[in-house]
């Protein structure tokens, strides 16, 4: 049937509509964010090596390594990692509900049936209408929702970012240890065949009656101890391997990765970055920066909730006497109504004021937070660049005391040769060159490690794909609009 609307009902309908105007006004009635300072100092306080090379590139500093295999590791690692493909899934759940996060403040409209009885149970009835609802949204309330929506979607690109740096990060110092505990191996072995080489001599001389038993003995320990250091770079080499095939999402190693290579060497680099670009790079910054956005929408909604809930309804109902008989209604069967929704906290106002009390303290919370994962950013960058000119040098001078005894086996040698010199002689120097080398490989090792402690503390990382990158343009405006 025809909708009627009398002249009560549109005069109704006049007077809702000059209410929803005075109150639209407060729509956006949200408390201004807080203002964020991060601590972060001009320049950093450790001298950054000037190399006579490009800037190295935050998004693929590995590749400063100039290692093939490497580079394929992390290509395979970011396709196949479990942690990343979980932040991936977690990053498009939070972006389909920031999607619809504003569909809560729209008109809404719901169709119904059903049946009423009368309490005499003299007749029954057949209900069927349309109700439409729409939340106004004032007092903060829809600026709330958009923040606390625009938090989240933060928080899962940061989480997403921080898993592919930690992944990145994981795989480099993983084949770097793989490396180089193959190489220790190699050396290992090498000592072992010189310790027994050196308790033969020792056995022969006894013979000859010119080598007192305790040498032959502590020759023959020495070989013992030598093959006995064989079981931790052993041990070293099985654990990385698995662990890379963790961090590829496979069940197994890859055959090739046992096979014995030369452990990737440092390049030249430089890094240009400051202290400020940590908030641009660093996830867990990015991270706090968020939680911050999401606690003031939060502080907004509780803020919202300690004042009336204002919107409007409609409704259009038809009903039906299922037990009348007759084919037409003397009396009209539908009716609309129109108006005003408003929710008042009343008796329970106290509670909303403490949960409102609770959010603001909450939100110093996290400024206090961001607060510091700037600090703890900026202070695991400067420890990473001491760390880093630390093992530098430790590294020259291990090259150095390796160069030394070298020269000093080559001289023996050539004693040796010469009938000056005994062979237990070469056996000790190449021993001594031997074991120069192998601190010389730990501390390669430890050099590239603390290159890659300090890009891991950058938070460096290769750029999304584009289907993980926040879908809404003005995605993260908020965190990095944020004044600081």
């Not at 072995?189 to 006894?206: D, G, P």
């Not at 001491?386 to 090259?399: A, H, I, K, P, V």
Request: glycine share 6%; proline share 6%.
């Amino acid at each position: 049937m025809p909708l009627r609307l009398s002249k009560a009902t549109s005069n109704r309908w006049s007077r809702t509509c000059l209410l929803a105007a005075a109150f639209s006004g407060l729509a956006g009635c949200a408390a201004p964010l807080p203002r964020l300072a991060p601590p972060v100092p001009a320049q950093w306080q450790h001298a950054v090596a000037a190399d006579p090379a490009p800037p190295t590139d935050l998004h693929g500093w590995w590749h400063a390594f100039a290692d093939p295999g490497l580079d394929a590791l992390v290509d395979r690692a970011l396709a196949g990692n479990l942690d990343v493909a979980q932040a991936v899934e977690r990053l498009r759940a939070v972006r389909a509900l920031h999607e619809r996060a504003h569909a809560r403040y729209l008109p809404a409209l719901n169709a119904r049936t059903n049946d009423a009885i009368d309490p005499d149970a003299s007749a029954s009835f057949f209900v069927a209408g349309f109700d439409a609802s729409w939340e106004l949204g004032l007092f903060g309330r829809a600026e709330g929702t958009r923040r606390e929506s625009q938090g989240a979607l933060d928080a899962g690109v940061a989480d997403l970012h921080a898993a592919r740096v930690s992944l990145v990060a994981e795989v480099v110092r993983e084949w770097i240890g793989l490396r180089t505990a193959q190489q220790q191996e190699q050396l290992l072995q090498r000592i072992s065949r010189q310790r027994r080489h050196a308790w033969e001599l020792q056995r022969t001389r006894q013979h000859l009656q010119l080598a007192a038993p305790e040498e032959v003995d502590q020759a023959q320990a020495a070989w013992a101890q030598a093959e006995a250091a064989l079981a931790a770079p052993r041990q070293a080499i099985d654990a990385s391997a698995q662990r890379l095939a963790v961090l590829l999402g496979q069940n197994h190693p890859d055959p090739a990765w046992l096979q014995a290579g030369t452990p990737p060497e440092l390049r030249a680099w430089r890094l240009d970055g400051t202290p400020a670009e940590l908030l641009r790079t660093r996830p867990e910054i990015a991270r706090a920066e968020a939680d911050v956005l999401r606690t003031a929408g939060e502080l907004a909604l509780t803020h919202a909730d300690l004042f009336p809930s204002i919107g409007l309804g409609a409704s259009m109902v038809w009903a039906t006497d299922i037990n009348n008989n007759r084919r037409f209604s003397t009396t009209p069967n539908g009716i609309a109504s129109l108006g005003p929704v408003i929710d008042i906290p009343l008796f329970d106002w106290g509670m909303r004021l403490a949960a409102n009390h609770a959010k603001a303290h909450e939100l110093k919370a996290s400024v206090l937070a961001y607060r510091q994962a700037v600090l703890q950013g900026v202070a695991e960058v400067e420890t990473a660049l001491g760390s880093l000119q630390q093992q530098r040098q430790r590294e020259q001078q291990d090259m150095l005391a390796w160069q030394a005894l070298q020269h000093a086996d080559q001289a023996v040698q050539a004693r040796v040769g010469l009938q000056l010199g005994s062979p237990l002689d070469r056996a000790e120097s190449q021993v001594a060159a031997d074991q120069a080398a192998l601190e010389l490989a730990d501390a390669r090792a430890a050099h590239s490690l603390a290159y890659v402690a300090l890009f891991k503390a950058l938070g460096g990382a290769p750029l999304p794909m584009p289907e993980t990158v926040p879908a809404t343009p003005q995605a993260s405006a908020d965190t990095h609009g944020m004044p600081r």
